[in-house]
């Protein structure tokens, strides 16, 4: 198996791994020959353009879809998701764009929206509301976010504010991945480096963060590695030591010289690092 | 004031009371307010409406609605409608009327199955809504026109009336009505036990939206069906429940109509659907879902029952009674839209 530059075999401590995968829709190929791992501790960032394949291989990731080609494992074992739930059992949770929050409902019934802790027996089992409201200020208030009230309805909260929410409810239950779809893309630039700060908090937690995006000054900060795709494919698996923001940049915006970039890439092993002006 | 010695960042933040504002958020103050204004307004003009029994009289009126509104209520928090709540309960007392009166059965058999009706055409209208994703409104048109077809249909061609009579000569009779059409006198006034069941209802349907697991999935079907399913709520079937819900207990509404009025039309029941949305949305449901309250929904029949009485008892001509709840229907909606807006501005 050619693997791509970062992706030795097997990798022990790997959280989740995905080799050489790849998904059709009809004819058309959404992604292919994507290779990557997330280790806990650490943030990947996997940025692309619009239509760069990003949503489909999350989507693969949450099990919300099936991957036609390549590998999956989970802590080093294959697996094939059917379904969003599997995936949430084995510990990999997705914060979507649109959180999945409801606006009109309170902090603390959102935090434990389908997962609601019990008290009593048989009729008598009821929702705890007070363990609830307890429970979701104090994991709040350990991911560093301060809310008023927890009776304060979603909806009222600012978009970075949600979203830490949504984060800080995905680490609560349990997860070992967490894998963010553009956290950032609709916040302003305060509010956006709120929702850093929070991913740095869950990567000091331990997990592993999968960071979609398609703004590499978000990427930059808090990346340890960057996976950049394009057309539904790889151009190149890279850590943070291995390039600096500007080159960063111009892979994300490099349009056709990207392509001759791809194919330098594919044979250049991992240590031959791409200078910039590499091209041609 | 919560007046936590807290820094000073967050001392910006707590400008406005929370209590203030949780209070401002409540669903049903609008129709808390509108109640007692109602309340106070034919309490002055007319002498007999306060009196034990003048309330006996509007609680009454308001019993059989406040049930239903406050079922109906659970469903539109769930982000549905149901057009054939109203005929339902006719379909109901129809079915117990006629087989108690024209087959010999027992009354509680035949409220037995008048139960089962009602449980499979909430079933019907909750698989159809949930499975084709149409809106509710049509779906359940649908079946209130041929719930209404039905009623008419079957009853002419067993009855050759249009009416099913004498319910009160039916085995069982006696009993059924002890449990759910009798009075009982309080203050010298009858009280009729449907407020009691109606008193019930709300308290049982605040208890399971507000403490219990399905109570938090209701708010969050019809606040974001999406969202609600993503993070594993049984969203479709909450939404069938909820449907079963309000056609059974339209079923029990219905019986205790018949049961009552020994007699059943049948025409009953048309409109009357939208008597029971018009409640829920007086107590601060809204329209769109995922907000509203089982108490509002309760206040807001009672608010339909006062005026009803109240217009009877100040000796009006009861044709005001429509200008009277449309404008109470406005007032009501832009009274939710004001508070709701007050709780969304505060948010910073």
Redo the contacts between chains.
Sequence with gaps: MTSPPNVDGPTADALLEVREIGKDFGNVTALDGVSMTVRPGTVTCVLGDNGAGKSTLIKILAGAHQHDRGEYLIDGEPVRLTH??EA?DRGIATV?Q????????AIW?NF?????P?KGWGPA???D?SAAKSTTRAELLAMGI?I??P?Q?V????GGERQSVAIARAVYFGARVLILDEPTSALGVKQAGVVLRYVVMARDRGLGVVFITHNPHHAYPVGDRFLILNRGRSLGDFGKDELDRGELIRLMSGGAELEQLTHELERAPTGDSVGPGTAG | MTSAPAAAS?DE??LVS?IT??FL?RPELGAAVGALAVFIFFATITDAFARPSGIANWLDAAAPLGIMAVVVALLMIGGEFDLSAGVMTATAGLVVATLATEYGLNVWLAFAIALVVGLAVGLVNGVVVVRTGLPSFIVTLGMFLVLQGLNLGVTKVITGTVQVRGLDDASGYDSARAVFATTVEIFGADVRVTVFWWIGVTALAT?VL????P???I??VG??A???R????PASRTKIALFMTVSTVAAVVGTMQALRLTSVQANAGIGLEFEFIIAAVIGGC?LTG??GSAVGAALGALIFGMAKQGIVFAGWDSDWFMLFLGLLLLLATLLNLYVRKR??V???
């Design positions: 969003p739930r949430l979507y649109d959180l999945a929050l409801v606006p009109l409902m019934r434990f929206l389908g997962s609601e019990t089992r009821r929702f509301v301060d008023r009230d009776e309805p909806g009222t909260l600012s | 967050s933040r707590v929370g504002r949780r958020q208890y507000l403490r219990t697991r109570g938090n999935w708010f969050a606040g974001s999406t969202a609600a993503s993070v594993g709520v809204l995922g907000f709780a969304e505060m948010k910073r």
